[in-house]
């Protein structure tokens, strides 16, 4: 909540909440924490939305040509 909230938050600290956010976001802790802080859904979706996407960047989705080749370790 602390790099959500300060403004001079570097880029590795939006990237530890937006996982840590994008964890919790279907639950009723992160309903809590959103509701209670004014202003802070805006920012707790944009370090989301900052982490899903070096996430996407990070490992590209390739699924094998072969079904004999498929380790679904590849992918968790």
């Known amino acids: ?8 938050a570097d880029e590795a600290e939006k ?5 840590t956010f994008k964890d919790i976001a279907e639950t ?3 309903q809590k924490l959103t509701d209670s ?3 802070i859904s805006d920012r707790v979706n944009e370090v989301i ?4 996407a070096r996430a996407a960047e990070a ?3 390739v699924l094998p040509a072969r079904i ?5 370790r590849d992918f968790v």
Do not use: C, N, Q, W
């Open 59 to 61: 490992k590209p989705l």
């Open 28 to 30: 009723e802790l992160f």
């Open 37 to 39: 802080f004014s202003g």
């Open 49 to 52: 939305d900052l982490y899903t």
């Open 68 to 72: 004999e080749d498929f380790d679904i």
């Open 15 to 19: 990237l530890h909440a937006g996982k």
């Open 1 to 8: 909540m602390k790099s959500v909230r300060k403004p001079e």
